[in-house]
Each structure stands twice: as C-alpha cells, then as structure tokens.
C-alpha cells in the first residue's frame, strides 16, 4: 500500500495561500487513497469483466495523480536559491535550449497552453535530451522512457484560489519556489 506523503513542510510557501497548499494536499490525498482501493479491489475483481476493464483503466489516472503531485510538492521549496547551485540541470538546459531564459519561456509557453493538464520538463535519457512537454491527463501523453524532472501542475486547483485564472502570475510564483537541488537530482 502507497502512503501519502506529508508536505505541510511547504506552509507558508511565498505566493501559495495555505488555504490553497491544504486544498491541494487533499486532492493528492484522494489519489493516494483511490490508488489503494484499486489495488485492494483487484485482489477479488472478476478478471475480464467490464468492471475490471474500468478498475485498470482508472489505475492510471490514480496513480498518476499521485505521482505527478508528488513529483510537483517535492520540486518546490521555501527560499529557494535558483539554479545557481544546480549546475548539471543548468548547463543541459542550456545545451538543448540554447540558454536558460530561452528554456524558461519555452516551459512558460507549455505551461500556459489553453487546457487543464501538466508542464513537464523531461530527460530522454537514451537521446541525453530534455523537452518541455504538455500533460492534458494524468495518464496520457507521457513521453515513453522519458524521465520527468520538473513538473508543474496546471489544473485549476493549483493555482486559482489565489491567483483566479491568471495563470502567468501562478507561474512566477512556481518559478521563484522551484528546488533546483532536486531536479538535478532527477537528472543524475
């Protein structure tokens, strides 16, 4: 059984309302827990029925929920310091972006696209080379093999208690709270 992770450390975070972080730690919470149920439910479903065929399909959903949203709390941080301490994850940008900024505007681009979804920034790691990608669903149109290293979240709940739909300010906010540590870590 997966356990939910406890990321009230974030409290207090700079540009996210507490009342938001809490709203989002129970969504996350509910994949969590729906991850489970599934699991226990598939020890006694009757394989090749479309209840099953449903529970397999909704597996998806779930536990990627919960890992995107993992993913997403464990990047962000309280005074965090930018990438200057993050050098691997800085110079790979820079080799396949050309230069920070201009990765910076690209993953602002995604991450504004029109639509509920994710802005991820991958590593192909047989090619060595990062995209910034758009998540719509939880469990559709990840890039096979590709390993996720910065992961924003882009639905609604994320961001529009505090920031209503003005997406870009959102995104200013999660810049400035990005834990570059962990995503160089990601990479390694």
Known sequence: MYQEKDYNSLLGLAGFSDNLLQTHFKLYQGYVKNT???LENFKTAEVGTPQYAE?????????????LHELYFDNLI??????????????AIERDFGSFARWQKDFEAVATLRGIGW?????????KKLF???????????L??????????????????????????????FFKAINWPVVAQRLS
């Open 132 to 142: 910034n990608v758009w998540i719509n669903e939880h469990d559709a149109g990840h």
């Open 78 to 91: 309280k005074d965090a310091a930018g990438v200057v301490g993050a050098t691997s994850i800085k110079k």
């Open 55 to 67: 529970m397999k399909r909704r597996f998806g959903w779930e536990f990627d929920g919960m890992r």
């Open 119 to 127: 802005a991820i920034l991958y590593y192909d790691q047989d090619a």
């Open 36 to 38: 489970n149920t599934l």
């Open 144 to 173: 096979v093999g590709a390993k996720p290293l910065l992961v924003c979240d882009v639905f609604e709940h994320a961001f529009v208690l505090d920031y209503g739909m003005a997406r870009a300010d959102y995104l200013k906010s």
